[in-house]
């Protein structure tokens, strides 16, 4: 009887293993501005950022490190751009490429992105695409959308992490909203953003979970929208767990 039974539990075993390899891989979205990092320029220049006028750019009041952890001169750039990255980013790139294909997404100019993109992933070891603002949809002036269908990929296995609810105002169900960045040093959105995106790794289709799970608290800012934030909370109206 106990062979049996553990021959039982033996096949079940190689069933699951099977179906989850037979999953598409996740595809990961990540945004760049005010979610991996934040950037101060002058305001004259913002239009440079992502989704600059749906935006306030400014620091979080006396939260904001003095020296920020690099300098970007780009030539449109009267003074170079100082850049803070967000709290646990290198720790949070090495694991989360492990997860799943990841890919830069952010609405800001191409020469900006690119640059950014060299300081935080100079190996290339992480992103593995790099879209920017003429890859997104212009909503209205300032305010762009991105539409996770040019990637090409499964939309039941593709998420898109952003600090704007309006980026995913074309696959809504497919966001996990983080709180915006400013510099805080306080900040830990990033690890428990990672423990959100383990849970879904093996989930067939995450948009249901999304947007069944985490929409409750989330209504008066999106209907289904999960939110990520950055203090001692971590995920925020969001029930993952049943």
Known sequence: MSMMLRSSRSAVSRVAGTLKSALPRLTICL?????LLHSVMPMAESTTKGCWLDRPHRAAPGRVRGAPDCELWLPQLRAPARVYLRPGLSAFLTQVRTLGDTILYTSATPLYAHALLSQIDPHGLTFSRLLDRQHCEVMRPGVYAKDLRRLHTPLARTILVDDMASA?????DNLIE???????EEDRALPALLALLRVLVDVPDVRPLLRESCGVGARSRRPGACRVTGGGGGIDHCRMGG
């Not at 945004?31 to 979610?35: G, I, K, M, R, V």
């Not at 995913?168 to 809504?172: E, F, G, N, R």
């Open 168 to 172: 995913a105002s074309l696959q809504p």
């Open 31 to 35: 945004d760049l501005d005010e979610c």
């Open 178 to 184: 983080i709180s915006p960045f400013y510099g805080d």
